[in-house]
């Protein structure tokens, strides 16, 4: 049997430079793509350049492929077009490639952001219906979609990460409940791309934080035994939160800013 063949999509933006190291010893041969090369290549990695919008180029970059991690796209909120073309059709052209090329698991980069218009008072589950709070969010929503419809139809084993927010530590108090360690989200890439039993999966992207506003129960009994918490860095977190200052409608909901930009509701 040859090795296995894993594509990770996005592999030079935020996330995937902070879990690169990581994932290097656990996969090698692991293949990157991007619109732009890694400036730093490991000797176990290989790169090829795609444009998610591409069909071609994301074809050639699957090619003999059995999973993909998808980590590309836009990744945070952005005009209606950027969105469309990086999330949206960007996120077809993958799913298609991937059936096309034969590709047995897709791993999915969702986001906190496809339900992020719950409000922080509610512990919510991977069984509610999205609320989300961006066209960003939405782009997200349409991604979990997409892939429960490639598994459903195609049998493709498909697991979205929900992800809060991934770093070396939370950023501010918000990001206590969210917070994901990158040791903890390259544990939950492996459950997609080696658990047995997974036909469609969305889990929670989160270290094991005492604040959490979701149940992960999912995650757990899929052997996710999170490691990070984010109580450890609750000071440096509550030190940059006072730099911050309150925001009267992010601070209601999950999305946080995302749920505050372009608001015009009433609160
Ligand atoms: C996300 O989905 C973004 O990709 C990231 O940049 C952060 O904004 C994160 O959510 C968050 O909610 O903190």
Not at 211 to 229: E, I, M, V
């Amino acid at each position: 049997a040859s090795a296995r063949r894993i594509v990770f999509t996005g592999a030079s933006g935020g996330i995937g430079t902070m879990i690169r190291p990581l994932l290097a010893p656990l996969y090698p041969g692991l293949v990157l793509s991007d619109k732009v090369k890694p400036k730093d290549l490991l000797p176990s990695e290989t790169f090829v350049a795609a444009d998610l919008t591409k069909p071609d180029e994301v074809a050639a970059a699957v090619k003999g492929a059995d999973s993909v991690i998808h980590l590309g796209g836009y990744s945070v909120e952005g005009p209606w077009d950027t969105i469309l073309q990086a999330n949206i059709i960007g996120c077809y052209n993958l799913f298609e490639a991937a059936r096309q090329a034969g590709v047995k698991r897709v791993v999915f980069a969702s986001s906190n952001h496809a339900v992020g218009f719950y409000p922080r008072k509610r512990k919510i589950g991977t069984d509610v219906t999205v609320r989300p709070d961006s066209r960003y969010g939405v782009s997200k929503a349409f991604g979990e979609a997409l892939g429960a419809l490639y598994a459903d139809k195609h049998g493709m084993s498909v697991t979205c990460l929900r992800i809060g927010n991934v770093g070396p530590r939370p950023l501010d108090v918000r990001r206590l409940a969210i917070w994901i360690s990158p040791e903890d989200i390259v544990q939950l890439i492996g459950i997609g791309l080696n658990h047995p039993d997974i036909r469609f999966e969305i889990v929670y992207g989160v270290s094991d934080n005492e604040t959490s506003w979701w149940d992960n129960s999912r995650a757990q009994s899929l052997g996710y035994r999170p490691k990070g918490k984010s109580e450890d860095h609750r000071a440096h977190a509550e030190a940059e939160q006072a730099k911050i200052g309150p925001d009267p409608v992010g601070d209601l909901f999950q999305g946080g800013t995302f749920c505050a930009s372009e608001f015009t509701n009433d609160v």
